[in-house]
């Protein structure tokens, strides 16, 4: 346990001044630079003492429960107000935004800091939420799902948002209209694939998901499972190979067969 | 005159075995050139000779002067081979044996597919204080060529009519989830173990929709998001299937889909390695145990029985090794009748506890891929019809696995892993092309059999200690779901044996005293 691994590090570090997030966790596809910038002092130790390991151990947890503590439901708001401004509030606790029906837009400042009026609109059912670049996870969907009437969803660049959040959606059907889900490095074809129970579907963008093993042929097999839905994706010949009658002549190497 | 003492001392008299079983080569003398020296230090007879050259002739005192001229590099060569004997060097007088297991060891799971591995982690992780238990796994087949988990279809399913199984299938997709939390190694990568959440569709004639109905009653008790479908929103939904002989379906919505069974073989694997289980490769041949005659509260006699050693077998050779143990847990699979039967299950007369053996064996099963361009889309959940086909989505590919489960009477010899192909051309393929019409053209791919670890009695798992071999332990018998309940059973046996009783999920309807009593715990969406 002690030797130093020869392990395919194909993720940053977990500690390393500066790492967001769970830093192994969260980056599927890291930089090559990454590992090259020398092990941190901590990996270093770690692969030479049990406590030192622990330790990294212990960091490591942290960070996770860092996101659970982030995601964990606000039930006495819940019990007092009801499930629209719990699920308002929780948005706006993790730096997203959220427009209720009839009015506008609700955004916390620079600080993180946001105005408390919207704990009147116990009746008014939450249209749109901007949950861009939040810490949202599988848990932390329990609020959202609570919003029976949201038209709009905006979940880009969330680095938690996987698969399995998106098997969850399945509640909101008969509302969603508009759901985006650019950027999270997490989402894959296959949980595309539980987004047709979305039947009510009008914009769907998925464009620059880096876990998608073909972009190109994804959207449209997206596009025919969604017929009525119009698919911001990738274009429809990325990913494609040149083919034989394409490929640029190599006149130095060996004559084809 | 020293390295004459040296040789004589270091000779391999007092020492039992040769020393050319240690990576074959010889520790003083000429390695190089002349064909090599891979000999053994056999000859005792020969007094003089410790060691010996290419050309035996030379006796021992001309050693120093081989190679003549070329007196100091030998010198630096015989002090670089002396600094490998001394401490801290890589010269080991006794013999390599790192092959073999330990001789002893606290818990001896046989069997590392995924249960094995699963047992093994929750036992490592469950115990107090911290690496307290020694456990080992013994496998035979270290390329897992032959194992049910890696050849299996890779489903996972909430929709089972026994809540046991329903409560064991949402534990094990809750750790699936979680899977980087559960087996995080620092500094490796994190697990993607590729779960597509497409759910699975079980599609019911006339005949079974009442007990269909019933079945999702109990699943959404336990928790399971099912939903009950008519075939006019059958249609609706999924425009491809044929709903002719369809009164009802049931349909999960979530926690329901397939994943890559490797990836969770591999996980468990490294895992369980970093956090000290030992891996053997070899086979188990035989258990050495020991018999008490104890009577019960009641006054009746019983012959309990406990395994102290298990003799591990290693491959290619007739080697063994005997591993005390305290605790002996059976997850052999498909082969968990044979072990078993080592340890002296079912000898006895019939219809007695000492004469009711196990009744877990191999059936083989065929899983075919095959192509279609006009299949069914990304939709495509886990289709199973009343008939027993299934099928599923591969890739984006318009590729689709699927299979069906023989009758009783054209089970196939289970003696190999061949595939028949007539058996998808008659059984497989009409069912398919009725229920989703598109399947009329289509090619088969490939095609490959696996091992269902099937019990005949209830087709359901078998976990928990044995009443009279009281310290083995089963996880076993799943019939075809083993792999999608093995998180959850593994934590259930690592209870039982940690604790003596089920903590999380009561799974006493398991045991194996049901197969003497004959209470059985039928499960019937069995595919």
Known sequence: MAAPKASLHLVAPVWNGGTRGIGGLSRVVAPEGNQKKGRSLLQFLADRFYDVEALRDHLLRKQVSKVHQKNRPFNHINQRYGPYVAGAYFILKQGGAVRFQGREWIRPNQRGHFSLDFLKLQAVPVEAVDASGCAINYQGLDSLLALKELQSLWLQRCPHVDDWCLSRLHPLASSLQELSLAGCPRVSERGLACLHHLWNLRRLDISDLPAVSSPGLTRILVEEMLPSCEVLGADWAQGLKLGPEEQPRDTAGPTPA | MLRRTLLLGLCRGPLGRGLGTHRGGSILGKVEGRGGYRGSWMAPSSSSVTFRTQDPAHDVKTVGRLGGGDRDGKMSEIKKKIQSILP??????????????????????????????????????????????????????????????????????????????????????????????????????????????????????????????????????????????????????????????????????????????????????????????????????????????????????????????????????????????????????????????????????????????????????????????????????????????????????????????????????????????????????????????????????????????????????VVGPHPLVINMYFATGFSGHGLQQAPAVGRAVAEMVLEGHFQTINLSSFLFSRFYSGEKVQEHNII
Not at chain 2, 222 to 238: D, I, T
Not at chain 2, 432 to 444: G, M, Y
Request: glycine residues 10%; proline residues 7%.
């Open chain 2, 88 to 461: 801290g060097g890589d010269w080991n007088p006794l013999y390599d044996t790192s092959y073999l297991p330990p001789e002893g060891s606290d818990v001896v799971i046989v069997g590392g597919g995924v249960l094995g591995l699963s047992v093994a982690y929750w036992l490592k992780k469950l115990e107090k204080p911290r690496g307290a238990i020694r456990v080992l796994v013994v496998e035979r087949d270290h390329t897992y060529s032959r194992a049910s988990t890696v050849l299996s279809v890779g489903g996972i399913r909430q929709q089972f009519s026994v809540p046991e199984n329903v409560q064991l299938s949402l534990f094990s997709v809750d750790f699936l989830r979680n899977i980087n939390e559960y087996l995080a190694v620092a500094d490796d990568p994190p697990l993607d173990i590729q779960f597509n959440p497409s759910g699975y569709l079980l599609l019911a004639s006339e005949k079974g929709a009442a007990i269909m109905e019933n079945n999702v009653k109990v699943q959404r008790q336990e928790g399971a998001k099912v939903c009950l479908m008519s075939p006019e929103q059958l249609r609706n939904k999924f425009p491809w299937i044929n709903t002719e002989g369809v009164a009802l379906a049931s349909y999960g919505m979530e926690h329901e889909g397939w994943f890559d069974p490797w990836c969770l073989l591999q996980g468990l694997r490294r895992k369980v390695q970093s956090m000290g289980v030992l891996f053997c490769r070899g086979e188990v041949t035989r258990f050495v145990s020991s018999s008490n005659l104890m009577k019960t509260a009641s006054g009746e006699e019983v012959n309990l029985k406990r395994i102290h050693e298990v003799h591990v077998k290693i491959d290619q050779s007739l080697e063994y090794q005997p591993v005390e143990c305290a605790i002996v847990v059976n997850a052999a699979g498909a082969w968990s009748g044979q072990v078993a039967e080592l340890a002296g299950i079912g000898n006895g007369p019939p219809g007695t506890l000492q004469g009711t053996k196990l009744p877990v064996e191999l059936r083989k099963r065929y899983v075919y891929l095959w192509h279609c361009p006009q299949g069914p889309g990304l939709e495509t959940p886990f289709v199973i019809d009343p008939s027993g086909t299934y099928f599923r989505r591969e890739g984006l590919g318009h590729n689709y696995l699927g299979g069906c489960s023989p009758t009783e009477e054209e089970e196939p010899d289970p003696g190999n892993l061949e595939v028949d192909h007539d058996f998808f051309q008659d059984r497989v393929w009409p069912p398919l092309a009725q229920r989703v019409p598109a399947f009329e053209t289509l090619k088969v791919r490939s095609a490959w059999a696996g091992y269902y670890d099937y019990n005949t009695f209830d087709q359901n798992g």
